[in-house]
């Protein structure tokens, strides 16, 4: 078995399959909660690129919830919905209450502890 070094892994390449156009910084649900952040705007069927690692300030309208959440609450992402979850691979890093516009969550935290 051989293998050849692509990238540090924080971006992937991500062909756009969701039958609309994509504004970057938008939410991209990759399955298995795993989700990305898009780099830029990508048109349906273009390539481009999601970030998938790092800490994020997402607005709570994107999320399409208002909730409360401590520091280290898990997120679960679905349909540009979050839910807060224990067993999430998202986490909150920053405290934030219900009624703040946004919550800073560390994305594909799998194998990070609360």
Do not use: Q
């Not at 504004?23 to 998938?52: C, K, Y």
């Not at 690692?53 to 607005?59: K, L």
């Not at 679905?78 to 209450?97: E, G, I, L």
């Amino acid at each position: 078995m051989t293998a050849h070094y692509r990238s540090e892994g924080d971006t992937i390449d991500w062909i756009n399959d969701t039958a609309a156009d994509v504004t970057a910084g938008e939410i991209i649900d990759l399955g298995d909660d795993m989700v990305g952040m898009a780099t830029s705007d990508v048109a349906d069927g273009a390539l481009g690129s999601l970030r998938v690692s790092g800490e994020f300030e997402i607005t709570k309208e994107t999320l399409a919830d208002t909730f409360a959440v401590m520091g280290g609450v898990g997120f679960v992402f679905a349909n540009n919905t979050a839910d807060n979850a224990a067993t999430a691979n998202h986490r909150a890093t920053k405290a934030s209450t219900a009624t703040d516009p946004t919550v800073w969550v560390l994305i594909n935290t799998i194998g990070v502890a609360p």
